[in-house]
């Protein structure tokens, strides 16, 4: 028996003769029929497509990149992290809007607004996320627990996830379950160990230092940190193209419109596939009773968004923060060791916090800790992106129809983790840090991109009464500048691109 | 039903919750009994946390079961380990204490301990309501034939599933129906 929170019911079309079926104009590609919307599920539960979300969010960069900067300017940096997250709980709300109004993804959104924008994020996906960052970097905790070589972990877990998904009947089912319980594992985990090791004080200076707008010190303008700084803020919560991810999850999940969308499966049951259709659809805003149930939705994702992305992420950050400053009181010269360009250094003074109370075990478990995060955010991640790629093969490259969209899912899948083991084994990646790096600064751009996006989606394609109102429009408008700007500050400043 | 079924129900109900805590448990006794503590000493820090958070898991849990606090909703759950993690770690910390110096103590600043504490329960509470679900739907429909508790919560579960069910064959049915017209 399958028991989750993201359930509703439809209720039976009545069937539209050929012809008279009313339809929305959306943009410049086929128009949607229109459609009931599920009811809303009936409570906040705690269950959800954010899940997803959560596994990438809480990700290396509030586990590694973030604590890292603390050791290095002080816990009063955060505030940057704060603005971040925000950010991003916004643009998920946004995101949403117009997957769970139409059943699209946001990338299908931005065809119908000018196709080479859709085109931009099929080649800036390929090119951000073939690289195994987050594995790598997992892989190498669990070097420093097993003493295995990082790559031949690595290439090991790339083999594990591709076959384990190829296994599955229905993936978003399974992973929603396995996520879910990794997840809950290292909340909990975390919260203990944080409220052993901790202290106080540390606490104080953490949650003080997130509301300390606008310190900047001099060094973090520096050519050496301030792309590492702009890599940061895109990482605080799910970088780069997670959000525009989490909005295939959602068509999955059936959330809104997406009810109306079938699931992706595994290979060995991708001939049970159902037909995919050709566009989403759109609900009746004019009806009153469709618009109730479109709130009931819209207070769904919302605490979805609140609770657990923006809370989830606020608490392990602040955990593993706690433990930042722990590791700086046992280990004083760390802030000294990074800036001497030991960028491990930071990982390993936080195994130090855990171990301070006299044993090495104690390091040990933060490893697995941080070995876990790596393996929760590459199965979020290569599924995240196989989604995103397959949609978009799927739609708009022609003859790819001829394929399921299971199908396409696995080409692209497999062809991660082909690429992912032969940079692992020759490429010209220097480490883990070098690659997480890499990505972090190429995910800024992305999501400055998807900000601008977004505003024309949803004001553009979107019925009237379901448009953001004007105070979101400013803040995803802010997203971008945001974003861009501090891009395009760091080009013309420093001349640095990738770190 | 008599008391002594009653109990006996209620407890096997609350076993996910258990976990839960056994899990925290065998987190702090790992920590203490790597840390250069002898082995009973590790044995009495780890069941100084892990009987305090089963104890109270049990508690929320049986809450659910009893119809008190709706099952898998947050804002219960955060206000029940506001109050009760704190507690579970100022038991943890004096049996520490306790199992470290031969006298039971309490912590330096103990208020400052408990309100530490307590802000780091929303993160436990999230953790705990999450694996109370996972481990507790597997579990609950399998011993719902003959407990009240689980038959209960998986009522109230029934419907999302039942609703989710509906929501899949009228999707195929609008699918099969638009081939039809094709």
């Known amino acids: 028996m399958d028991v989750t929170s993201k359930t509703s019911e439809v209720p039976e079309e009545p069937a539209a003769a050929a012809g008279t079926e009313r339809v929305w104009k959306a943009g410049r590609l086929e128009p949607m029929p229109i459609r009931p919307l599920p009811p809303a599920p009936p409570s906040l539960h705690i269950l959800g497509p954010t899940v997803f979300l959560v596994a990438l969010g809480v990700g290396m960069g509030e586990s590694y990149m973030w604590p890292r900067l603390v050791l290095v300017f002080g816990p009063d940096?955060?505030?940057?992290?704060?603005?971040?997250?925000?950010?991003?709980?916004?643009?998920?709300?946004?995101?949403?809007?117009?997957?769970?109004?139409?059943?699209?993804?946001?990338?299908?959104?931005?065809?119908?607004?000018?196709?080479?924008?859709?085109?931009?994020?099929?080649?800036?996906?390929?090119?951000?996320?073939?690289?195994?960052?987050?594995?790598?970097?997992?892989?190498?905790?669990?070097?420093?627990?097993?003493?295995?070589?990082?790559?031949?972990?690595?290439?090991?877990?790339?083999?594990?996830?591709?076959?384990?998904?190829?296994?599955?009947?229905?993936?978003?089912?399974?992973?929603?379950?396995l996520l879910g319980f990794l997840i809950g594992l290292l909340v909990v985990g975390t919260s203990v160990i944080a409220a052993i090791v901790g202290q106080w004080g540390d606490l104080a200076d953490t949650i003080q230092g997130m509301f300390a707008f606008g310190y900047f010190p001099d060094k973090a303008l520096s050519s050496a940190w301030f792309p590492i700084v702009v890599g940061s803020i895109a990482f605080a919560g799910p970088s780069g193209m997670q959000q525009m991810w989490y909005t295939l999850q959602l068509r999955d999940s059936g959330a809104g419109m997406g009810a109306h969308i079938p699931k992706i499966r595994g290979l060995r049951s991708s001939g049970?596939?159902?037909?995919?259709?050709?566009?989403?659809?759109?609900?009746?805003?004019?009806?009153?009773?469709?618009?109730?149930?479109?709130?009931?939705?819209?207070?769904?994702?919302?605490?979805?968004?609140?609770?657990?992305?923006?809370?989830?992420?606020?608490?392990?950050t602040i955990s593993f923060t706690v433990l930042a400053l722990s590791a700086a009181r046992e280990n004083p010269n760390v802030a000294g060791l990074i800036e001497g360009g030991d960028r491990e250094a930071a990982l390993k003074a936080m195994s130090d916090a855990f171990a301070s109370a006299g044993s090495p075990f104690l390091g040990s478990l933060f490893f697995g800790f941080i070995a876990l995060i790596g393996l929760n955010a590459t199965l979020?991640?290569?599924?995240?992106?196989?989604?995103?790629?397959?949609?978009?093969?799927?739609?708009?490259?022609?003859?790819?129809?001829?394929?399921?969209?299971?199908?396409?899912?696995?080409?692209?899948l497999w062809g991660v983790?082909?690429?992912?083991?032969?940079?692992?084994?020759?490429?010209?990646?220097?480490?883990?840090?070098?690659?997480?790096?890499?990505?972090?600064?190429?995910?800024?751009?992305?999501?400055?991109?998807?900000?601008?996006?977004?505003?024309l989606v949803n004001n553009k394609l979107l019925p009237k009464p379901i448009r953001p109102g004007p105070l979101r429009n400013v803040i995803i408008g802010f997203g971008a500048v945001f974003y861009l700007g501090m891009l395009f500050y760091?080009?013309?400043?420093f001349g640095v691109v990738l770190d | 039903m008599t008391t002594e079924t009653k109990i006996h129900q209620l407890v096997e109900f609350t076993l996910p919750a258990s976990v839960v805590g056994i899990s925290a448990g065998l987190i702090a006794?790992?920590?203490?009994?790597?840390?250069?503590?002898?082995?009973?000493?590790?044995?009495?820090?780890?069941?100084?946390?892990?009987?305090?958070?089963?104890?109270?898991?049990?508690?929320?849990?049986?809450?659910?079961?009893?119809?008190?606090?709706?099952?898998?909703?947050f804002a219960p759950a955060a206000a029940y380990w506001a109050i009760g993690f704190p507690l579970a770690m100022l038991v943890h910390a004096i049996t520490t204490e306790w199992a470290v110096t031969g006298t039971p103590g309490l912590p330096d600043q103990p208020l400052q301990f408990l309100a530490f504490r307590a802000l780091l329960s929303m993160g436990f509470a999230i953790g705990f309501l999450w694996m109370h679900e996972q481990v507790g739907r597997h579990w609950w429909p399998r011993i719902m034939e003959h407990n009240v508790y689980a038959q209960h919560t998986v009522e109230?579960?029934?419907?999302?599933?039942?609703?989710?069910?509906?929501?899949?064959?009228?999707?195929?049915?609008?699918?099969?129906?638009?081939?039809?017209?094709?």
């Open chain 1, 77 to 177: 940096i955060r505030w940057l992290f704060l603005v971040g997250v925000t950010l991003q709980a916004f643009v998920l709300l946004e995101m949403a809007r117009y997957a769970m109004a139409t059943g699209e993804s946001i990338f299908f959104g931005a065809a119908r607004i000018f196709k080479p924008m859709m085109w931009f994020f099929y080649v800036a996906a390929i090119l951000i996320y073939m690289w195994p960052g987050h594995l790598s970097a997992g892989a190498s905790a669990f070097e420093e627990v097993s003493g295995i070589p990082w790559q031949a972990t690595a290439c090991v877990a790339l083999v594990f996830v591709g076959v384990l998904f190829s296994l599955l009947s229905v993936i978003y089912n399974f992973l929603e379950k």
């Open chain 1, 380 to 412: 979020g991640l290569f599924d995240s992106f196989s989604r995103g790629q397959a949609d978009m093969t799927y739609y708009f490259i022609p003859g790819a129809k001829r394929f399921s969209m299971s199908r396409i899912y696995f080409g692209f």
């Open chain 1, 490 to 493: 760091s080009l013309i400043r």
């Open chain 2, 29 to 73: 006794a790992l920590l203490g009994g790597f840390a250069g503590q002898p082995l009973g000493w590790a044995a009495i820090t780890g069941l100084g946390l892990a009987v305090p958070l089963v104890v109270l898991g049990i508690g929320y849990s049986a809450l659910v079961g009893l119809g008190k606090a709706p099952a898998g909703v």
């Open chain 1, 272 to 316: 049970e596939a159902e037909a995919m259709p050709s566009r989403g659809f759109m609900f009746d805003t004019e009806d009153p009773e469709e618009m109730k149930k479109w709130k009931g939705w819209r207070k769904w994702v919302t605490f979805d968004a609140l609770l657990l992305f923006w809370g989830i992420t606020m608490l392990v």
């Open chain 2, 156 to 182: 109230q579960y029934v419907h999302l599933a039942e609703s989710m069910e509906a929501r899949k064959q009228a999707a195929a049915r609008n699918r099969k129906k638009r081939k039809a017209h094709v």
């Open chain 1, 417 to 455: 983790i082909v690429f992912g083991i032969l940079i692992l084994l020759f490429g010209p990646a220097d480490g883990p840090a070098g690659i997480l790096d890499v990505l972090a600064f190429l995910s800024t751009f992305a999501m400055g991109a998807y900000c601008i996006v977004l505003l």
